[in-house]
């Protein structure tokens, strides 16, 4: 009996962390295609209209900005070719239930190598058929 329970505790084990690894996957995949302006890679593990959110912090007021995707595809396809953009994720909280998913990424984000600024990112995604999709991401932005 020990061994069919330790067996069934495994397996979903296994199971969580797959959906886990997916989520970070769709993740990277969105940042890859960011750093290399390829809006196609990106639009891959993004919902169509996908909400785009961004708080500006400064002192102890916030400024929440809205864009839409079709702004957020012309602003990555416009980066010039000798601009490099990094955003360094530097660690995944992924919670998953059923088709949803939340991760909370803190992270840096670096323009030519040098420190622009840094805050959290936050994405829900949608399991569609399988594959985990991209439906929100709000970030906080402080210099």
């Known amino acids: 009996m020990k061994k069919i329970i330790l067996l069934f505790v495994f397996s979903i084990s296994l199971s969580i962390n ?3 690894r997916e989520v970070k996957e769709a993740i990277i995949t969105f940042f890859d295609g960011m750093h290399t302006s390829d809006t196609l ?6 919902v169509k209209d996908i909400l785009l959110q961004s708080i500006s912090e400064g002192g102890e007021k916030g400024k929440l900005t809205e864009g ?7 602003s990555i396809a416009s980066i010039p070719s ?10 995944y909280k992924i919670q998953i239930d059923g088709t ?4 909370w990424t803190p ?3 670096y323009i030519n190598d040098k420190l622009s600024h840094k805050g959290v990112n936050s994405f829900s995604l949608f399991n ?9 991401i709000i970030d906080t932005r402080r210099r």
């Not at 569609?128 to 929100?136: E, L, P």
């Open 18 to 20: 797959a959906q886990e």
């Open 128 to 136: 569609d058929n399988g594959t985990w999709k991209i439906v929100h």
């Open 41 to 46: 890679k990106i639009k891959s593990v993004c």
């Open 100 to 103: 949803m998913a939340h991760a």
């Open 82 to 91: 000798d601009m490099k953009i990094e955003e360094r994720l530097l660690s």
């Open 107 to 109: 992270y840096e984000f």
């Open 68 to 74: 839409t995707a079709e702004d957020f595809y012309k």
